[in-house]
């Protein structure tokens, strides 16, 4: 299946947010709150990519039967405005295989595949993974490289050896490693997203397709704002709207974590989300109040005050 907004540089499209998935208060995916979400990313947001089932969708903890359902509810909402990104990584090779296949029967465009983690597998067993995945349908794939999480990098030859795959076309990054990325860029077609707020400006310096983000929840038409004046030798206006979105990096990706603090940030929008799943924890009331004092110094409108 085509993606309805990438293009040869930028395959997924360019602002993509990792997106939550909202859940009932008694625990249960809640798959009207999940349309609701996806339709105000993709048109009050500027998204023109969601990721699904990732972890700040709580991946870890939602059913198979639960992710082939909320791909399914997401496609509804937005049919062909954004491109719908599946994660399908675990770490287990077969499982991974039959999320992809999942995805694709639900209407995805695209899959995010992650690097095993914990078992953590040779770079030999990586790549074959990540051919195993790519070679189950015929999704184009972006992999996810997140040793912080995985406690195994995405080594520079491997990605190499990957880019050959015909159907492995980019990577979100969150390994950091700014150098080595260049190197792939140089040496590959690999499309590079950046996979952390923080270095969200930097990416697009070295040249970057895009953003998948967290914070795109709240300030996701500034960060798409951000990437079409840098692209377009604007450079200082993005630096501007940089700085303009640094607290609210500060207030979600610095105290709880993503998911936690997106969820609560999306409560403080009008746009509520429920809880988060065990063994994840909602934010303190102290927590609540950092992030407020965050997203008011960001310029985000509040409206639960």
């Known amino acids: 299946m085509a993606s309805p907004t ?30 609701r979400l996806a339709a105000y990313l993709v048109d009050e947001q500027r998204n023109d990519g969601l990721i699904v ?3 700040t969708g709580e991946s ?12 399914s509810a997401v496609r509804e909402a937005v049919g062909d405005r954004a491109t719908v990104v599946a994660g399908a990584g675990t770490n287990d090779t077969r499982h991974s295989v039959e999320l992809a296949k999942q995805a694709a029967r639900a209407g995805a465009h695209g899959l995010l595949v992650v690097t095993p983690y914990y078992n953590k597998p040779p770079q030999e067993g990586l790549y074959r993974h990540f051919t195993a995945v ?12 997140i040793p912080g999480r995985s406690g195994v990098p ?3 030859e491997t990605l190499i050896r990957l880019a050959q795959h ?18 792939v860029m140089t040496s590959t077609d690999l499309a590079f997203y950046s996979g952390d707020d923080l270095l969200n400006l930097a990416w697009l310096s070295l040249g970057a397709a895009g953003f998948v983000s967290v914070v795109g929840h709240v300030v996701g038409a500034e960060l798409a704002r951000m990437i079409h ?8 206006q993005a630096m501007a709207i940089h700085g303009q979105v640094a607290p609210v990096v500060d207030g979600i990706m610095l105290r709880a974590g993503g998911a936690i603090m997106a969820k609560a940030a999306l409560g403080m929008v ?33 409206t639960d005050a």
């Open 6 to 35: 990438g293009t040869t540089d930028a395959p997924f499209g360019r602002m993509l947010t990792a997106m939550v998935t909202p859940f009932t208060s008694d625990g249960e995916v809640d798959y009207v709150a999940v349309r």
């Open 53 to 55: 089932n990732g972890t």
């Open 60 to 71: 870890p903890t939602t059913s198979d039967e639960e992710k082939q359902r909320i791909v």
């Open 134 to 145: 790519a070679d189950a349908t015929d999704l184009p794939v972006m992999l996810y490289d």
């Open 154 to 156: 995405i080594k520079t």
């Open 166 to 183: 015909d159907r492995i076309v980019a990577v979100k990054d969150a390994k950091g490693d700014l150098f080595a990325a260049s190197q």
């Open 229 to 236: 004046l840098h692209k377009n030798g604007d450079v200082e």
């Open 270 to 302: 009008g746009m509520p989300v429920g809880p988060v799943r065990l063994p994840l924890v909602d934010a303190t009331e102290k927590q609540i109040a950092e992030l407020r004092a965050c997203l008011v110094a960001g310029g985000v409108k509040l």
